[in-house]
T-cell receptor, first 116, second 113 residues
Framework: AQKVTQAQTEISVVEKEDVTLDCVYE???????LFWYKQPPSGELVFLIR??????QNEISGRYSWNFQKSTSSFNFTITASQVVDSAVYFC?????????????FGGGTRLMVKP | DSGVTQTPKHLITATGQRVTLRCSPR?????VYWYQQSLDQGLQFLIQ???????AKGNILERFSAQQFPDLHSELNLSSLELGDSALYFC????????????FGPGTRLLVL
């Protein structure tokens, strides 16, 4: 069975601080896909980033960056120079490549509060 | 805007009733997924349809059913509603390849009184 753990339930930072959201996953699939989604107070789920298990290159996209480490089964997400608009619940998710279907297994979410 | 639409946005009903939630996927997407978000269970996968056929099933109750129509829109039917069914129900869609990213609709917030 697949499992995603986000140990940080709530993080509070002051605007302009950098913040890293942790995600640890478990899967028996040899190929899998990792995602980060954002859920602002309005409630919708917004796709942020995706990483395939066969590509461990870490990237930066604007103020977002991510650190995928297969050896430790971690997929951490960093927001640089946080802004108040970044306040939301962030979900890490996993989908398996070996199973039928493409269901996402979500972590419990991390609530990020960015204070001005 | 993800391109996935869901109606209605809010639904208030009573225990024992039946409701239907509707989802229209992004243009061209063949896969539709339903998820439930509740305070105690978090975000959970319910069911997936691919081009009209059921593709995968998650923790979906027998009182719940879904279908995907020829025009690719999908409906989630919830019957014999209980208080515990109160939740945010999301629909997502993905492109041709099943390993594509899922894009979520705005959700339907269901309150069972």
């Amino acid at each position: 069975a697949q499992k995603v753990t986000q140990a940080q339930t709530e993080i509070s930072v002051v605007e302009k601080e950098d913040v890293t959201l942790d995600c640890v996953y478990e899967t028996r699939d040899t190929t899998y896909y990792l995602f980060w989604y954002k859920q602002p107070p309005s409630g919708e789920l917004v796709f942020l980033i995706r990483r395939n298990s066969f590509d461990e290159q870490n990237e930066i996209s604007g103020r977002y960056s991510w650190n995928f480490q297969k050896s430790t089964s971690s997929f951490n997400f960093t927001i640089t120079a946080s802004q108040v608009v970044d306040s939301a619940v962030y979900f890490c998710a996993l989908s398996g490549g070996d199973n039928a279907g493409n269901m996402l297994t979500f972590g419990g979410g991390t609530r990020l509060m960015v204070k001005p | 805007d993800s391109g996935v639409t869901q109606t209605p946005k809010h639904l208030i009903t009573a225990t024992g009733q039946r409701v239907t939630l509707r989802c229209s996927p992004r243009s061209g997407d063949l896969s539709v997924y339903w998820y439930q978000q509740s305070l105690d269970q978090g975000l959970q996968f319910l069911i997936q349809y691919y081009n009209g056929e059921e593709r995968a099933k998650g923790n979906i109750l027998e009182r719940f059913s879904a279908q995907q129509f020829p025009d690719l829109h999908s409906e989630l039917n919830l019957s014999s509603l209980e208080l515990g069914d109160s939740a945010l129900y999301f629909c997502a869609s993905s492109a041709l390849g099943e390993r594509e990213t899922q894009y979520f609709g705005p959700g339907t917030r269901l309150l069972v009184l």
